[in-house]
């Protein structure tokens, strides 16, 4: 082998490494460390973890924010759930960076990112992509709205942006969920729920209610020690596993922003129907539908972004939009509610749940594209923080946008989860 030849295979060797050391090792085999509280709680920084000594529900929040009474509270029932001093530290979450998706596809609203911090360019950042290249921004009553049109996400972005309201597998001392009215036949045991509708009557709702009647908001568990303003959420997803006995109509209700939706599920006839205000906007009939053999049939019933999306065992039956989304009107809390009528059928595993409420932004602090519209460029993305009152994104960044070129890849899995 002549030198020339030598130098050529040295410098051949040395790029591989190098390319190697991007792909591989900082991506897969050096795990990157959550440090931050911005994207909690799907990615935590340094936290700590017990369970409730009320429901038994564990609870999780973060460091950065300790309640200055030494008391955690239980975002499930409500109640102090123990001392943040004892309760046991967790590792932050460790995780590989996936390279190369991003090589072959452009980015997706609402999927994570990770990019070299605006701020300190030694530094990754992770958060959630919200605009894309060319398009104007703008958040509104905790929603995104894009080039003048909200901008929707179907189910699997739902499940993705989701925040844990209730869980009633965890059972509270006065349960969250309540009879609608006297006489009613729902009864709730050990975290399940049973309904025995009579073959003629009315629905027999069961409906979700918070102590002393204060509106649902987006008070986050996961900041204990955070003081701030809240705000109303309209945007909220029951999900559950229906067994049904004897065979009738099940109905789910949402109340938000002045209006009212109910889905009737039929069992016996397999149809369902949507209606927004007594009038049926939609039929779907599910002869078609393919469901699993296994006992029961999950259900997610979802009202994000103006929009009513239900699911059945992972079938999306409908996503009906409303017509004309408002922008300016503001939000009020939303009520839901679960009714049975000539049904006999068990709910097990109920949830509810919040989409993320995007915030005006941190305090003391000026935020991009709440006041007015913010312009990307066409190699620019705008991303904020699913824990949004504690995020420093988007909204604050003096370059504001992120630049295609500092974007790194994507979260591919935990390294390493939290201890």
């Not at 009579?198 to 996961?222: E, S």
């Not at 007594?278 to 039929?283: D, I, S, T």
């Amino acid at each position: 082998m002549n030198l020339r030849s030598f130098f050529h295979l040295a410098v051949s060797v040395t790029l591989v490494l190098l390319v190697g050391r991007t792909f591989f090792v900082l991506g897969l085999f050096v795990p990157i460390i959550v440090s931050g509280d911005s994207m909690a709680p799907g990615y935590r920084g340094l936290h700590c973890e017990s369970a409730c000594t009320a429901c038994g529900r564990p609870v999780v929040c973060g460091l950065q924010h300790p309640p200055e009474d030494d008391l955690i509270v239980c975002g499930n029932c409500n109640r102090p759930a123990g001392k943040f001093s004892a309760a046991p530290s967790r590792l932050a979450n460790r995780l590989w960076i996936d390279r190369t998706t991003f090589l072959f596809r452009d980015l997706r609203r609402w999927e994570v990112m990770v990019f070299r911090c605006p701020e300190r360019r030694t530094d990754y950042c992770l958060k959630r992509v919200v605009g894309l290249p060319g398009e104007k921004i703008q958040l509104v009553d905790g929603d995104v709205w894009i080039n003048g049109q909200l901008a929707y996400k179907n189910l699997s972005q739902q499940r993705a942006c989701r925040q844990s309201v209730y869980d009633a597998r965890f059972p509270t001392a006065t349960t969250r969920w309540q009879a609608e009215q006297t006489g009613s036949t729902w009864h709730q045991q050990s975290g399940r729920f049973t309904v025995a509708a009579p073959a003629k009557g009315p629905i027999d709702w069961l409906v979700f209610r918070l102590p002393d009647g204060p509106p649902l908001t987006d008070a986050n568990p996961y900041n204990q020690g955070l003081t701030r303003p809240l705000h109303r959420v309209s945007d909220l997803m029951v999900t559950t596993w229906l067994q049904v006995t004897k065979p009738g109509t099940l109905w789910l209700r949402f109340r938000s922003r002045g209006q009212t939706y109910r889905a009737s599920l039929d069992v016996m006839r397999r149809q369902v129907r949507l209606k927004v205000n007594e009038h049926e906007v939609l039929r779907r009939d599910l002869s078609a539908v393919q469901l699993t053999s296994r006992p029961g049939i999950p259900i997610e019933f979802s009202c994000f972004d103006q929009s009513i999306l239900l699911a059945l065992d992972g079938n999306v039956i409908f996503h009906w939009k409303v017509p004309h989304p408002n922008a300016n009107r503001p939000g009020s809390s939303a009520t839901i509610a679960i009714g049975g009528q000539t049904l006999t059928a068990t709910l097990d595993e109920l949830q509810l749940w919040r989409d993320i409420y995007y915030s005006p932004g941190l305090p003391g602090t000026a935020s991009r594209a709440v006041a007015r519209v913010a312009q990307l460029a066409d190699d620019e993305f705008f991303v904020l923080g699913d824990n949004s009152p504690a995020s420093r994104d988007s909204r604050h960044w003096a370059a504001g946008a992120v630049a295609r070129s500092t974007v790194l890849g994507r979260p591919y899995r935990d390294w390493h989860r939290s201890r």
